[in-house]
């Protein structure tokens, strides 16, 4: 059990110049790093922090524990998890990216460890900076109103709007999700021009010496690629034998 995704859509996937995950192996974080105008850049960070109540010897708890155990770390997991992200973000801060961090702390985001660890390196959580009335839980099977997951960010990205939604909505999951929308001039520096979608270029067919150069170029193909010749011998094959499903398959292959 246990590990981190993230998916980059529509607009900021031309955008992405790296991505990279936690170098452990342990799946306790991933990135994707975005290009912007004149030097900035955005790297979004997914964070999954285990929780240490949850009996049994697989949890991920557990298994971060055997293998800082092995490596001789001074940490347990979640103390470790913070240590060795706070120097990843170090150094990213260093490089001057803005950082966009959603995280599963496992506790209430507003305070411990969770809330001392962000705020030294200087970053907030841009839902509850938007709203300042207390947060739902958002986790389902809290009882006391914490949001144990957070989107954090550094000072120079301002939410423009965020929120959560209902348990439920959106996807399968025990979480709420949350949400933040960001524009492209605090993220990348521009509004971003909308994207222009290729058009297919389609046959003229009403023009006899473009449909004469199209099939000419067809049978050329036929050729070089040797389609022409596995299909005779196909049909040979299957003219001598009879149809089968295993024919049917190779059919469907050519």
Same mark, same amino acid.
């Given at each position: 059990?246990?590990?981190?995704?993230?998916?980059?859509?529509?607009?900021?996937?031309?955008?992405?110049?790296?991505?990279?995950?936690?170098?452990?192996?342990?799946?306790?974080?991933?990135?994707?790093?975005?290009?912007?105008?004149?030097?900035?850049?955005?790297?979004?960070?997914?964070?999954?922090?285990?929780?240490?109540?949850?009996?049994?010897?697989?949890?991920?708890?557990?298994?971060?524990?055997?293998?800082?155990?092995?490596?001789?770390?001074?940490?347990?997991? @979640?103390?470790?998890?913070?240590?060795?992200?706070?120097?990843?973000?170090?150094?990213?801060?260093?490089?001057?990216?803005?950082?966009?961090? !959603?995280?599963?702390?496992?506790?209430?985001? @507003?305070? #411990?460890?969770?809330?001392?660890?962000?705020?030294?390196?200087?970053?907030?959580?841009?839902?509850?900076?938007?709203?300042?009335?207390?947060?739902?839980?958002?986790?389902?099977?809290?009882?006391?109103?914490?949001?144990?997951?957070?989107?954090?960010?550094?000072? #120079?990205?301002?939410?423009?709007?965020?929120?959560?939604?209902?348990?439920?909505?959106?996807?399968?999951?025990?979480?709420?999700?949350?949400?933040?929308?960001?524009?492209?001039?605090?993220?990348?520096?521009?509004?971003?021009?909308?994207?222009?979608?290729?058009?297919?270029?389609?046959?003229?067919?009403?023009?006899?010496?473009?449909?004469?150069?199209?099939?000419?170029?067809?049978?050329?193909?036929?050729?070089?690629?040797?389609?022409?010749?596995?299909?005779?011998?196909?049909?040979?094959?299957?003219?001598?034998? !009879?149809?089968?499903?295993?024919?049917?398959?190779?059919?469907?292959?050519?």
């Amino acid at each position: 059990p246990g590990g981190v995704g993230m998916i980059a859509s529509e607009e900021v996937t031309h955008r992405i110049i790296a991505t990279g995950k936690d170098p452990t192996g342990l799946g306790r974080w991933c990135w994707i790093h975005l290009q912007g105008r004149n030097g900035i850049r955005v790297r979004t960070i997914t964070v999954y922090r285990p929780c240490n109540d949850t009996p049994g010897a697989t949890t991920t708890y557990q298994q971060q524990n055997r293998y800082l155990q092995r490596h001789q770390s001074d940490f347990e997991p @979640r103390e470790a998890l913070y240590e060795d992200l706070h120097r990843a973000c170090s150094e990213w801060l260093g490089a001057g990216d803005q950082l966009i961090i !959603g995280i599963d702390a496992n506790e209430d985001v @507003r305070t #411990g460890q969770t809330k001392e660890f962000f705020s030294t390196l200087g970053m907030q959580e841009a839902i509850l900076a938007r709203h300042k009335k207390s947060p739902p839980a958002t986790y389902n099977r809290n009882t006391r109103r914490q949001p144990i997951d957070g989107l954090f960010v550094t000072p #120079g990205l301002k939410a423009v709007s965020a929120g959560y939604e209902a348990f439920g909505v959106g996807c399968p999951s025990d979480h709420r999700i949350l949400w933040a929308d960001f524009t492209y001039a605090t993220a990348f520096g521009f509004n971003s021009p909308p994207m222009t979608r290729p058009e297919i270029r389609r046959l003229d067919n009403k023009n006899p010496r473009t449909v004469e150069k199209y099939v000419k170029e067809v049978r050329k193909s036929l050729v070089q690629t040797g389609i022409a010749k596995r299909l005779f011998a196909f049909e040979v094959k299957a003219d001598q034998l !009879g149809w089968n499903p295993q024919f049917q398959k190779e059919y469907d292959d050519i």
